[in-house]
């Protein structure tokens, strides 16, 4: 103000210039103490920012191999067979399949119905399975693999499996199929062997040799370069080759037939011969017996003719036994024995009178001892007639009430095999 004293440090002064002066060096430090702050808390928000990016990423790129493994596990959970996985790979397939504008079929109007076109021809076992198939009927084998990660899974379904001309193809060549999911153990192991590399597959399998299956013809990924007459072109060639070795296993089988009945005509007759054989053989033997079994009978006979008690004459002292004797011809005979004897003694009577022995001149030389390795067997028995009862030979003929010290027996012959 005019007349007034001027304030020290005014805005225009040297004062405010001091003052400035002064405080420069204090905002300068604050501003650096901020700056350093800042430069310490970006470090770890940016190792946080690029440590969470990673994490995100990674998490992007494993997401498809989870869902593929919880598909996996989802599905094997309850299949414990290919027969299991490939009913339910049908189900699959007729639930998700369409009438396509090139053919007039359904998937499970064609394969996986009661009154389905060529359900005989579907292998629902292993693929082993449908190999011992097409090689012991000598028959094409189309394999399809399902993969249902692909876009384009139900391309092949709806455009060749549901196609007339397929249709009419596998009926024609009465073709083996099998169906496969690749997400399975089987489905991807066949995959493997045939170093399948794009999906949808189909395949065709035709007969190398009689024990051998090949790969003639493959449509994998897309159907670029399939048409039917490409499809039934690969049948027609592969065909006359299957011909050819159904030929060859049937002259073989009629040449194994054929070796079969001379062989059996052969063993029949060399059975009938040594049957005829065994018979001759049998029979000499048993004439031999016989001969040798009537001249060991002769001989013994004779031997007890030589050692047979002459009758005894009744006497005050002489202890005798008379029997009247009635034999097989009704004929009777009476003759006296010492009481002494076994009854043994009318035994051998009774035989040789039957041999015509009693009264024959013919005689053994050597009848001191009876012949070895022979055992004589009365052919008959004698019955006292009352009371009836068989007469024991070992037994003492004084010791037989029945005969002892007279009595009556009757002869009666035994059966053959008694």
Sequence with gaps: MPGGFPTEGGPTGPGNAYQEAQQAPHISGRQAGVIAMSALLQIPLLILYYSLTGIILLLGLIKPVFNFANMYNRKHKSVHDHATESTRLLEELSSQSVPSTEGAFTFGSVYNSESSVIPS??????????????????????IYIHDPLVPNRMEFVEKILCSEPFINAVQTYQIFLWFGDITTPEGLQVANSLKIRHMPFIGVLSMKDNTR???????????????????????????PQLVKLAQKRQNREMERLIREQQDSRFRESLRHDQERDRQRNEAEERAQNEIQERTLKRQWLLWRKANLEPEPTRGLYNDACRVAIRLGDNSRITRSFSATLPIEEIYAFVELKMNNLLDSPEEDDNVSEPPTNYRHRYSFRLISPAPRQELDPEARIKDEPAIYPSGTVLFEALDDDA
């Design 121 to 142: 021809n579907l292998v629902q076992q292993c693929y082993t399975d449908l190999l011992e198939q097409c090689i012991s009927q000598i028959k094409f084998g189309l």
């Design 213 to 239: 299956m090949e790969l003639i013809g493959k449509y994998e990924g897309s159907l670029e370069g399939y048409t039917a007459q490409k499809f039934d072109a690969i049948l027609a060639k592969a065909y």
